[in-house]
């Protein structure tokens, strides 16, 4: 077996390896101890595997939940969540993922250090969400590996230089500086957050009054605790629906209380065993990134996960996540009314999407800009994934989705793109 | 054990950063410290001594005590991430044990 062909049948067919070469490579660049070299690069393998185990966990319960929901409303209810959905995405594309990922990465640096445009995109999550969105996209839209991972890395590149440099309009005027960006898939979210409260700005010409540093509700820190209550709720909610004895039938016999709390409990689980594992995966990723783009790109600005911008208004943070929400209550009702697909908000995108928005619109328009572009940009959010999901119908019929706007908006755009060319 | 845990929501992205931060700072002190970053709802498990974390999830991290936890304000700063360590009385039992 010569090189090239155990690279092929080797390495790259299989992600786990991809991802733990990727992290090799980091962890030798940044010339750390033998002893951290290979503890790293297990840890990055183990950290897909245990992503993998998560996937299948929360994948049981949600197929679940999906036929309580279509038995009781007979809709399709679809829950926007990225862990879940790229946990999913990988199962088929593991390895075109993590080509994808790795080949955006050097073209990121690359864009950084020859253009202006000096971003650096520091939410490994994010990026092994667009990652898996553009894998799954590009393979149903007929192009093969090769052209997918060198296509998907060239987008995924573009899109984060692309993301902090569109939020940022209105990210300086929250944070006064270029010296940090936003590095979340929501900026098309943000512009319109921004906007829409730009349109709210009173005539005063009130600076908004600095708010005290409060502290967010802890109620909405513990995001296992919170998935577990919106999916109990979910399940409790569908059940008391459903026609009567069709839960002790699914469920052997069992009350639909004693159903939800096994089933939400179950959701939770898995999302938290995916959590673990991509913090795992990305804990060495990430640095070693970090550490490359701080060396070859001067004056770099980083751009990091959205809730940075919560400490700036923590008041606006959490009543932007509540309002987000209940914009996507509106939107889902509306998509009930109208078709059989119904996207159903989710409360962790809305909490990191809507609670940035929430920051920026409180800052461009004050209270009044904060209450619109909160609603609006909630029901927007909810919305746009169910243009989503038909073009991933190759993942098989999942009932999750990837949440933030940008994840819906470049599919749209790169979807129509290669359906033109082609 | 000298260990620095760092806490966010999922975990992912700002304790990450804020622990890049804290080893940057620990090599230019020549400190030996250990620092992992977690989610807060995995943060008891550690069962840590010293926590830092970002301000806005101060309240929802439980007191036993015996921990010392710092929120801050601006995850980025260097120089306000050493202030803010120099006030904690572990971090200099800490710093005077190396000497």
């Known amino acids: ?53 998560g996937a299948n966990e929360a994948g049981s319960s949600l197929s679940n939940m999906s036929a309580v929901i279509q038995n009781s409303f007979q809709i399709i209810g679809i829950i926007p969540h990225n862990e879940t959905i790229t946990a999913m995405a990988q199962m088929n594309y593991g390895e075109e993922i993590a080509v994808i990922m790795l080949v955006g990465m050097i073209l990121h640096l690359i864009i950084a250090r020859l253009t202006p445009a000096k971003y650096i995109f520091l939410a490994g999550h994010h990026m092994l969400f667009m990652s898996a969105l553009l894998a799954s996209l590009l393979l149903s839209s007929a192009l093969n590996t090769w052209q997918t991972m060198l296509v998907g890395g060239i987008v995924l590149a573009l899109s984060m230089t692309a993301a902090p440099m569109i939020s940022q309009l209105y990210v300086r005027k929250v944070i006064g500086g270029n010296q940090l960006a936003i590095a979340q898939f ?58 009567s004895g069709s839960i002790e039938s699914m469920f052997a016999g069992h009350h639909f209380i004693v159903v939800s709390i096994i089933q939400a409990t179950w959701f939770a689980g898995g999302c938290y065993i995916v959590l673990a594992g991509v913090r795992m995966m990305l804990s060495e990723i990430v640095p070693a990134f970090k ?104 993942l098989g019929y999942l009932r999750v989705t990837f949440a933030d706007l940008d994840y819906s908006v470049i599919g749209i755009i790169i979807h129509t793109i290669v359906r033109w060319l082609m | 054990m000298k260990q620095i845990i760092v806490a966010c929501n999922s975990g992912l992205g700002t304790s990450l950063m804020i622990r890049l931060n804290i080893e940057a700072l620990m090599r230019e002190l020549g400190l030996e410290i250990a620092v992992e970053h977690t989610d807060v709802t995995s943060l008891k498990a550690h069962n840590a001594k010293l926590i830092v974390c970002s301000s806005y999830i101060m309240d929802s991290i439980e007191d036993t005590g015996d921990t010392e936890i710092i929120g801050l304000d601006d995850i980025m700063d260097r120089q306000y991430l050493k202030h803010e360590l120099m006030r904690s009385k572990l971090f200099l039992k800490w710093i005077s044990e190396t000497e």
């Open chain 1, 1 to 53: 077996m010569d090189a090239s062909q155990w690279f092929h049948s080797g390495l790259l067919s299989e992600p786990a390896l991809m991802l733990g070469f990727i992290a090799l490579i980091g962890l030798l660049l940044q010339k750390h101890s033998a002893q951290k070299i290979l503890s790293g690069t297990i840890k990055t393998m183990l950290g897909y595997k245990i992503m993998q185990i």
């Open chain 1, 186 to 243: 929501n900026s098309v979210g943000y512009l319109l957050a921004g906007f829409v409260s730009s349109l709210f700005k009173s005539n005063k010409q009130t600076e908004p009054k600095e708010l005290k540093r409060t502290k967010l509700s802890s109620l909405f820190q513990d995001h296992m605790v919170v998935i577990f209550i919106f999916t109990f709720l979910l399940f409790a909610i569908a059940s008391v629906f459903s026609p």
């Open chain 1, 291 to 394: 550490g490359i783009s701080d060396r070859v790109v001067p004056g770099a600005i980083p751009a990091l996960d959205s809730p940075v911008l919560f400490s700036y208004a923590p008041i606006a943070a959490v009543t932007g996540f509540l309002l987000s929400f209940a914009g996507g209550l509106v939107a889902m009702i509306l998509m009930m009314q109208l078709q059989y697909t119904v996207i159903i908000p989710g409360v962790i995108p809305n909490f990191f999407s809507g609670g940035a928005a929430g920051v920026i619109a409180y800052h461009i328009g004050g209270k009044r800009g904060l209450v619109m572009a909160s609603l609006l940009h909630g029901f927007v959010l909810s919305l746009m994934p169910v243009f989503l999901v038909s073009l991933l119908s190759n």
